[in-house]
């Protein structure tokens, strides 16, 4: 199988890691950014491509690490080409782009795997076996936080342009709300959210406070946050069930942290979660995909999965607008 990966940056980087351990042929590096593109097709022993169809006629699937407002093209145009595609979260900015994506590479054959990374870290596996099991009981309330800088772009930073990422909300707090509701089973009916906005020595803060209802009666309190200081991200997880609880804090792993405001060149554009395993879950994550479509096998988290985290992320988003509750029905793939 040649894979070709769209996007030179942290992901780009991060997933060509997983792509070396897998029996894939990494063909080349497409990226609008020349410079970055060369030193990750160097680093690959990959082509340098500057057509996107061009790399299509030379790959068998598509690793998309490109910004959020390109997912939608670049996918619709890799499942017209017949290829099979592993494409960054979110899915895309609104949830009928989600929906004309996933709907597509069903009707072109192609397998679509949108990169819900959460699933492949041990605490959120433990989480997830530990309630199967009915260690704590039937849950009842989950709390999440996932706290960190502003991503830091040296040039072109597309992550302050709401128009492009989404912003904070949909870019880095959907990975709670899609968790949420795979540990606990349920769909999201209602949310209600506060956000706080500011500047500070010139950059934008922003964070947001969400309550979501489930239908199977779980609440879910979800925090996210661009406003602290590099070089921290900083996550947690709890849920308490009928007969227990199970919490994991990220900082606990540590025993020692500074957090100063003040310029740190050691900390990555995009604030990335750290793991102790040999095998970090970027890496994990690609070589189930390409395991996945070689053998033919179910992926760990559907596209449809990924899709009802964006609806969850966008009515959290009007609701923090709005500064009403958001009511939700979940969406569904077929009309």
């Known amino acids: 199988m040649k894979v070709g990966i769209i996007g030179a940056g942290s992901m780009g980087h ?22 970055n593109a060369k030193i990750l097709a160097d680093a690959l022993d990959a082509k340098v491509y500057s057509s996107y169809d061009g790399l299509l006629n030379d790959v068998d699937m598509v690793d998309i690490c490109a910004p959020t407002f390109l997912h939608k093209d670049y996918v619709l145009r890799a499942a017209k080409a017949g290829c099979h595609i592993i494409c960054e979260k979110p899915i895309a900015l609104t949830v009928d782009d989600g929906l004309e994506m996933i709907r597509a590479c069903e009707a072109a054959g192609v397998r679509f ?9 041990p605490e959120y596996m433990s989480m997830k076996n530990a309630i199967a099991s009915n260690a704590v009981g039937n849950p009842k309330v989950v709390r999440m936080t996932r706290a960190s800088y502003r991503p830091k772009k040296a040039d072109d930073n597309w992550f302050m342009d ?4 989404g912003g904070m909300i949909l870019d880095l707090m ?3 709300f899609e968790m949420s509701r795979w540990l606990t089973k349920g769909e999201v009916i209602r949310v209600f959210a506060k956000s706080v906005r500011s500047e500070h020595p ?5 964070h947001c406070l969400s ?4 239908d199977n009666g779980t609440m879910a309190h979800i925090e996210g946050s661009w406003a602290y200081p590099l070089p921290m991200f900083s996550v947690r997880a709890e849920v308490a069930g009928d007969d227990g609880l199970i919490e994991w804090e990220s900082d606990k792993t540590f025993p020692l942290q500074q957090y100063m405001h003040k310029s740190n060149d050691d900390a ?9 395993l040999t095998e970090d879950p970027w890496a994990a994550e690609v070589k189930h995909f390409y395991n996945a479509v070689v053998n033919d096998t179910p992926f760990r988290v559907s596209p449809l999965d990924a899709l009802r985290g964006l609806q969850i992320a966008l009515a959290v988003k009007e609701s923090a607008k709005t500064g009403k509750p958001v009511s939700i029905k979940a969406v569904e793939v077929e009309a």
């Open 14 to 35: 991060a997933h060509a890691v997983g792509w070396k351990n897998t029996d894939a042929k990494i063909v080349g590096v497409l990226s609008g950014n020349e410079a």
């Open 113 to 121: 795997f949108v990169g819900m990374v959460l699933h492949f870290f």
């Open 162 to 165: 709401e128009s492009k990422s």
């Open 174 to 176: 959907i990975h709670d």
């Open 202 to 206: 010139g950059e934008l803060a922003d």
């Open 211 to 214: 309550i979501l209802r489930f």
């Open 268 to 276: 990555s554009d995009v604030a990335l979660p750290g793991s102790p």
